[in-house]
């Protein structure tokens, strides 16, 4: 018997302009990155890593505005311009998810589009810090009007 378990990962943005009150939903797919493949192999192999170790303990969302597709290989945004803290993470059976709420005075990137988005574990509000552990190339408009609602999902499939 051959068993295969997979990761996928989907964005959920919820924008609201708060001038016109409209509201619109998208989603996104994105791709994980070997970082989290890396950071689990390390951890079961017990390579330097202790029950304390943090390595997988996502803290951060990273926006940028690079159209540059989604590799497996991706250590950090093609070209991250903003960096946000998790606002809340929670799981469910073979599904994690972490949200993030940006208003207006958050997460406004030059151009008005935010082009790409990654989840990060250990990292810190300095940009390309941490592991990267997923990256997608999105088309959501941000400025001074717009608040976003960001929820990213990891589940297990087989």
């Given at each position: ?21 409209e ?23 017990e ?40 606002t ?30 990654g ?8 940009l ?31």
């Amino acid at each position: 018997m051959i068993e295969n378990v997979n990761m996928s990962g989907i964005w959920t943005v919820k924008s609201e302009n708060v001038l016109t009150g409209e509201v619109l939903k998208d989603e996104y797919h994105n791709l994980i990155t070997q970082g989290f493949f890396t950071a689990i192999h390390r951890f079961m192999s017990e390579d330097a890593l202790t029950v304390l170790n943090d390595e997988l303990n996502v803290t951060h969302l990273g926006m940028g505005d690079s159209t540059t597709s989604a590799t497996r290989s991706d250590t950090t945004l093609a070209n991250e311009s903003l960096r946000e803290a998790v606002t809340s993470k929670s799981f469910v059976d073979d599904a994690y998810s972490v949200t993030m709420f940006l208003n207006t005075t958050q997460g406004n990137v030059a151009g008005g589009f935010i082009k790409e988005l990654g989840i990060f574990a250990k990292a810190t509000s300095t940009l390309d810090s941490g592991t990267m552990i997923s990256r997608a190339v999105v088309n959501i408009k941000k400025n001074i009007n717009i608040q976003l609602t960001l929820n990213w999902e990891m589940r297990g499939t087989n």
